[in-house]
Nanobody, 125 residues
């Protein structure tokens, strides 16, 4: 059983920055891809970014490319989501998630096994 604990988030003005963190604990956590998802009121959940445990390759939702960055250090824990140039449309509850994988790279459209508790990000003036 993997546990994910999120931190960060809050209220920021348009154009500002925030950093989210996702700390994993449990056996074999380094064999999991980590992704960030978000869900805005009245909208479906969407995958924002993911990082592969195999080679640290990353993948991003088109609307956040160049503004968001997912990363982790050599210990692979925690995983960060640095969010820059934030827009009101980025307002949502953000969740980190983990998916066990032996080979290959992360995919946002796949089902993820474990989820963090969620954290609110509000971009407003």
């Amino acid at each position: 059983q993997l546990q994910l604990v999120q931190s960060g988030g809050g209220l920021v003005q348009p154009g500002g920055s925030l950093r989210l963190a996702c700390a994993a604990s449990g056996p074999g956590f380094d064999l999991y891809d980590i992704a960030w998802f978000r869900q805005a009121p009245g909208k479906e959940r969407e995958g924002v970014a993911c990082i592969s445990h195999t080679d640290d390759s990353t993948y991003y939702l088109d609307s956040v490319k160049g503004r968001f960055a997912i990363s982790r250090d050599n210990t692979k824990n925690p995983v960060y989501l640095q969010m820059n140039s934030l827009k009101p449309d980025d307002t949502a509850v953000y969740y980190c998630a983990a998916k066990f994988r032996l080979f290959g790279q992360c995919v946002l459209s796949e089902e993820y096994n474990f989820w963090g508790q969620g954290t609110q990000v509000t971009v407003s003036s």
